[in-house]
Each structure stands twice: as C-alpha cells, then as structure tokens.
C-alpha cells in the first residue's frame, strides 16, 4: 500500500494524518469504512466460494421492484445503483468524498474487531485499468464508454475479458447518496481485491488505510455525533428520526 498502516484514534489525528498524507497528491481521494479491519476491499456478489450470478439478482430485482418504483431506472448501471441501495448484492462498492462520512461507517457499530478508514486515490487506480483520460485528474461516469464492459450484459454475453475494478462516478439521485457524497468503484467478473492491485512486487500507490482500535470506536462516534454526524445525516429518512428523538 501507498503507506504503512497507521493507528487512528480520533478525529484530531484524522486531520493530522490526511494533512500529512495528501500533501504532495493533488488528485481527488475517496474513503471508505469497514468496521472491521480485516475486511478486503471487494464488492458484496463476488464474495465467498459460489456467488449468486448477476443475471440471476438482477432479472428477479427487477420482477419484485418494478411495480414499487415510480421511476424505472434508464440503464443497467442505474439498476445496480437502486440494487445497492436496498442491500441487493452487487459488483459496487461505495465510497465517499467526505473522509468523516467514511469514518462515521467505520464506527457506527460497536463490535469487538479492529476497524479501518481505507483512503483511495480514484484517478491512481484507474490509471491500473489502462484509462487515460485527457485530464490528468478526470474520472469517468458509468455513462463513458469507458464503464461499457463492465455493463451487465457484457460480461454476461462474453467469458474472455478480465479487467481490473475501476473508479466512476454516478448522478446523486437520492438524498442518501447526496448525503453520504456517494461515488463508487465497480468490480468486473474477478473478485480481484482493490488494495492488491499492481504489478508484482510494486507498491499499491493508489491506496491505504488507518486501523482504529476497537476501544476507540465509541469514543470516535460520540464525537462525530457533536459535529452532526449521525445515522439521520447519513440516512435523511423517516426510519432514521427515532436515532435523534428518542
């Protein structure tokens, strides 16, 4: 990784680290929180020995939520997205541009592990996947040519691409992910982890990480709660109100 794993236990030191760390990056960073660190960086469908094929998730999605949704998704990216909303697994993986966003995920459960705030250089990564955009800092949307072989029926109309996961960005069309400043990188058919991308024996420059110990979590989350991140901020929904009034 870009650095050695760093021990992070408040939100001070999380300002000192980032100030430190992307000094000499102008490019944009994402951030993403595992509340457990020993968690990879990969998307939910391709986890475990025998996922479930995507065909199959997306085809039934569509027969259940077709008649519950006012507006039909126009693409089969923005079916993935509506997907990964309400928990259906999916080659995405989400990300934020707000670091305390990322961190509010990491802490949010008060579980025994070891937690972590993964940073991720987008523009970094995708260069690995052999896009050049004309500008230096650019990253794609799912609407680029460049997303089209990560489309659905692409892969599942061909066998013999293996591509590396990728960096893009998508319109905010709902208030949780404006909220949470979504944006996403989206896996191909290999379950090939983020933080392990590269030539062998190179350094993944385009990421790294903070441990947060797990005694630390509550203590971090209380304070994220004074600066007004919370599960309402994240979750702008009727079902978050009783987290603030009660």
């Given amino acids: 990784m870009r650095f050695p794993d760093r021990k992070l236990t408040s939100i001070g030191q999380l300002l000192d680290l980032l100030r430190a760390d992307l000094a000499t990056y102008a490019g944009p960073a994402w951030y993403r929180g595992h509340r457990d660190a020993s968690w990879h960086l990969e998307p939910k469908l391709l986890r ?9 998730l997306l085809n039934r999605f569509r027969q259940y939520a077709s008649l519950l949704i006012d507006h039909k998704p126009d693409t089969e990216f923005d079916w993935m997205f509506l997907m990964q909303h309400h928990g259906i697994s999916t080659r995405l993986l989400d990300w934020s541009e707000n670091p305390l966003v990322g961190l509010y995920f990491a802490v949010a459960k008060n579980t025994p592990e070891d937690a972590a705030l993964w940073v991720l250089f987008p523009t970094l990564l995708n260069s690995l996947a052999n896009i050049r955009p004309a500008f230096e800092f650019e990253i ?25 996961p990728v960096a893009a960005i998508a319109p905010r069309n709902s208030a949780r992910m404006q909220a949470q400043q979504g944006v996403f990188t989206v896996s191909h058919r290999d379950n090939i982890f983020i933080e392990n991308i590269g030539p062998p024996g190179t350094q993944q420059d385009h990421v790294f990480r903070y441990v947060i110990p797990a005694a630390a979590k509550m203590q971090i989350k209380d304070d994220l709660n004074r600066l007004g991140v919370t599960l309402f901020s ?3 929904e009727l079902s978050s109100i009783a987290s603030i009034v009660e």
């Fill in 140 to 164: 794609p949307s799912f609407d680029d040519t460049d997303l089209r072989n990560y489309l659905p029926s692409t892969i599942a109309n061909e066998h013999r691409s293996h591509l590396n």
């Fill in 48 to 56: 475990g020995p025998a996922p479930l094929t995507e065909s199959h």
């Fill in 234 to 236: 994240m979750f702008p």
